[in-house]
């Protein structure tokens, strides 16, 4: 080009004539965004700057929403099934024969046996209205996905300390100085992590990931900790160990906020041997340093005397901190004697102790920040700890997961770093401890709503939900002597345990986005089976199916009836303070999801198809008294619900007039509020609140006044958890309630009141010369839910997985590029793409999960690369262990939570004949949406 030749001028295209600002629904993070609208259809989406998660950024998984909005893999119609399940053979029908065969399924049940629908719900964001109207149904049998997600670290989490990672609570990103990660993924709380990493490392922080695989979060870690799956509890009871042995614990922090000083009883031949010593009221005693005597632990002035013993009517007590201190400084937990099973060196888990130990008390915080404490006494600092934790489905989806997260939020409260500048804070509305939380529920008569929630935090073996003959009464055995903990349900036992027949049949299985019958099973081509196994009689075991999903999931094939949900731009959504708010440690924040398009389809938001078979069944608080439908929709039951008298789903603008904030009546333009405010409210914590939440008057009473509370509860933090030790006492032939015979041994194991390490089952269980390596899977970054593969933008990011296999391995197999392996556990065998990764565990492969699809579904292409080269390990792993001789199959789950155990999985390799496809190759089913175009378009100029 010449010089002086002129370049015409290229203006940006227009790309909208219109944004409307919602939340996306890409993954948990809930963002916000701006979507561009240009002739009323979907051109954009970017992040909303104003909002209080994301600040702007949106990852690709977000921007890819358009895709997602777009995608040909969605439902068009209400369908009935026509021809056997499994085929994919349907026809469309109306809403309303649609409504009239669900409520010819559900309606007799209710009468007589509601037990026998069980209604479970997947990664949705609407537990609170779910629940509510199961309850309202009388069925005991609804939970979420949590329990094969990652209850183990809630349960632990409210258990300790009444609030656990994610969406309880977060890092002190401004103050931390190192920040120690355990098992987290790229997909949780990508946009905060990401974002608030970038924070602590520009302010000089330092970074420790400890996970088997180096992607993600852990490659941008200063330090790499490359453990041993199933391994991370004797890691932290190693470090527990060296803190103890250093004197690196902060002793006043425990004195003032924690049980620590709780006096127990020491004699075992005592009938209150491991329970606390109470007072004539039931408060917990403490000996008082001052004097030497007995105090309630609450009482104001009194500070618990660590060191102390008691003798009482011949009787010994001792303090919880005493055998907190006995229990970890045993040589059993020293560095030297865990090392070699944790894959790491016994220098490696010194110097973590030691760092930690220096930055906690070395780097101290100060704030010059008046407050006053729960006893009445004030204070004039708020001291801080610079050290924060995070953690998620890496340690928890163990069978040890639940003692594994109660040791890591033990380490916290051992340095003081919980709820104090620099290091975890709280979210509203928590944080709750488990007596704050309610009991669970099951049927009390046919006919009438349950008489409180399904799900709740038992406190001992009064509240289980099993019959006189101690069998369970919920279909998943959740709240029964097989995990007694199991505070969101156990969702991958349904279909298993329906099918068998135990602990009873059911009639109903009503799903709604719960892709069982492939991502998010164990055994997955066992449960495909088991959906479409027929009695002598020709009858299916399970003798109907209603399924709700915005997509053609491989889930849709197998059902009867599906009611078609809409996509998420297309419908009202509440990301609510009674459910999975999107609240900041500074802030109590809710939000929406409204319909920024209209459905083109005839399709129907699940929550608005729920409100109007809540109302033809003629559920009591789904029908007004005259018999009429209460809630038009769920954007009306968002507005008018009341959970209590002036607290709704949603805290932002309430009374008629606006200016109720959490408490208020109803506001009938609060919707049209939200959406002029971007979607979200917010309202901050005041200053002298901030910090030192469960014991801060101050937050207290604020959390009273926005209704998060209706009265303070201020609580000390369960090092010590009594309740776990109820349950010992139950297996030890001690009260009304008693586990049977063959589980007495596993509850005293599992339920010990301080955490301690045992082998995960399966790992236990099956000969590690035959299935030497560990397998493990993992989210991506850019995609999490099952609906990613479809999604024409991220498949252009992946859409195949590859089984990454360590150096080691890799050079002994003779493993080339491009080759294939057969992977075999002790329940079945896959063939997949294999890749070389060094940045793992020497003993350890994995993949991403859920990029393998089943031909036939999600409107791909039967030869699609993720149908020929994607592939699941849920086919290698059973929901029942192998057999240990005794006649019995256990489940594969945490005894106490009854997590999924999906992270206990061994293997073998060796090479297979190159080329695909994956096995196993199931033949496709009949796509009920045809199958998409090569291009996703629309118009000349998208």
Known sequence: MSQGTKIAARPSPKVSDEIRKTTCYMCACRCGINVHLQDGKVKYIEGNRDHPVNKGVLCAKGSAGIMQHYSPARLKAPMKRVGPRGSGEFEEISWDEAYDIAVGWMGPLRDKTPEK??????????????????????????????????????????????????????????????????????????NPIKAGIGRLKANGGKVIGVNPIRSGYNAVADEWIGITPGTDGLFIMAIMHELLRAGKVDLEYLCRYTNAGFLVSADEGADDFGLFLRDAEGKAQVVDRANGGLAAYDAKGVTANLAASYSQDGKTYRTAFQLLAETYLDARYSPDAVAETCGLTAAKIRAVAAELARVAFEEEITIDQPWTDWKGEKHDKMIGRPVAFHAMRGISAHSNGFQTCRALHLLQILLGSVEVPGGFRFKPPYPKPPEAHPKPHACDKPGQPLPGPHLGYPMGPEDLLID???????????????????????????????????????????????????????????????????????????????????????????ADLILPDTTYLERHDCISLLDRPICEADAAADAIRWPVVEPDRNVKGFQSALCDLGARLGLPGWVNEDGSQKYADYADYITTHERRPGVGPLAGWRNEDGSGEGRGAPNPDQLDKYIENGGFWMGHVPEEALYYKPWNAAYQDWAVGIGLFDAPQPYVFNLYLEPARKMQRAAEGIGDSQPPENMRERIKAAFTPLPEWYQPFEDAAVDHDEYPLHALTQRPMHMYHSWGSQNAWLRQITNVNRLYIPGKVWDEKGFEEGDWAYVTSVHGKIKVPVARMDALNGDTVWTWNAIGKKRGAWALSEDAPEATQGFLLNHLIHELLPDKGDGLRWANSDPVTGQAAWFDLRVNIEKAPAGGPSEPAHPAAKSQVGQGPAHVAYGEDF
């Open 117 to 190: 629908l069980a209604f479970f719900t997947g990664r949705d964001q609407s537990q609170s209205f779910t629940s509510l109207w199961a309850q309202a149904y009388g069925t005991p049998n609804y939970a979420a996905h949590g329990g094969f997600c990652s209850v183990n670290m809630a349960a632990a989490g409210i258990y300790t300390m009444g609030g656990a990672f994610w969406e309880f609570g977060q890092p002190d990103w401004d103050r931390a100085k190192l920040f120690m990660i355990f098992g987290v993924a790229e997909d949780h709380d990508s």
């Open 468 to 558: 006189d003959d101690g069998n369970p009464k919920r279909i998943d055995k959740a709240f029964s002597w097989e995990n007694p903990f199991s505070v969101h349900g156990l969702m991958h036992m349904v279909i298993s345990n329906a099918h068998a027949g135990d602990p009873y049949k059911i009639d109903t299985l009503f799903l709604y986005m719960a892709n069982m019958a492939w991502n998010s099973s164990m055994n997955t081509s066992e449960v495909m089976r088991m959906l479409t196994d027929q009695n002598d009689n020709g009858d299916y075991v399970i003798p109907h199916i209603i399924y709700s999903d915005a997509y053609s999931s491989e889930m849709v094939a197998y």
